[in-house]
């Protein structure tokens, strides 16, 4: 079984659902990044994907491939033959591999289209629905999401944690005073916003030098 789970932004649960599925199946998770497996020599990185491959089948395990376009990038564009040679060495394992793995990619247009063929299962991860943040909300703080929450609009699994704020109402109105300072950067300074009073227990505003700023208003 093979599996592409692709999509954005970062944060999306490709990583944290793959490792769910290894779990369900009773298999531990080997992973690997690019840090792990490209090197500076002519054939390390084909025999790292190798040595990789044979790690997982000798214990096991789920092999996953962390930010797989790293590694099966399109053959089309490459300069160097090294280039051509890893997508190859991915390519050649991908077919003989008797057990499950995955790769998880943030680029899905990047990767060769031989590739693309290999994958029995594909799936996109993309931003919950107004719905499914609010169920996450429930689910994680056993409470109703606040006024001002649908006014987040897009938002990944990953922003809804605890010791944080679900963000801040007032910033995609404009009327918040850390997005009109500094848009997508860390705020550093005092700062009010919908949310500001009355957070339910186990969420805190985040801080950056021991100033309180709404976590979502930081960018």
Not at 119 to 148: E, N
Request: net charge neutral.
């Amino acid at each position: 079984m093979s599996l592409l789970l692709s999509g954005r932004p970062a944060g999306t649960g490709k990583n944290a659902w793959v490792r769910h599925l290894a779990q369900r199946l009773g298999l531990e998770v080997l992973q690997k990044r690019a840090s792990d497996l490209l090197g500076p020599f002519v054939g390390e990185t084909e025999a790292n994907i190798a040595a990789a491959f044979t790690e997982a089948g000798e214990t096991g395990a789920f092999l996953v491939f962390d930010e797989a376009d790293s590694l099966l990038g399109d053959r089309g564009g490459a300069v160097r033959s090294w280039e051509v040679s890893q997508v190859n060495e991915m390519l050649t394992w991908m077919e003989q591999h008797p057990l499950p793995f995955a790769c998880t990619t943030n680029l899905p247009d990047r990767l060769d289209p031989a590739s693309l063929r290999r994958f029995l299962v594909k799936l996109r991860f993309g931003w919950m629905t107004t719905a499914q943040a609010r169920s996450a909300f429930r689910r994680f703080f056993q409470m109703d999401a606040p006024d001002g929450f649908d006014a987040l609009g897009t938002l990944p699994p990953d922003r809804l944690r605890a010791g944080a704020t679900p963000g801040c109402a007032d910033r995609g109105a404009g009327r918040c005073p850390g997005a009109a300072a500094a848009p997508g950067r860390r705020v550093r300074g005092p700062h009010e916003c919908s949310l500001s009073g009355g957070l339910p227990g186990g969420m805190t505003f985040a801080s950056g030098s021991g100033v309180p700023a709404c976590h979502l208003c930081m960018g």
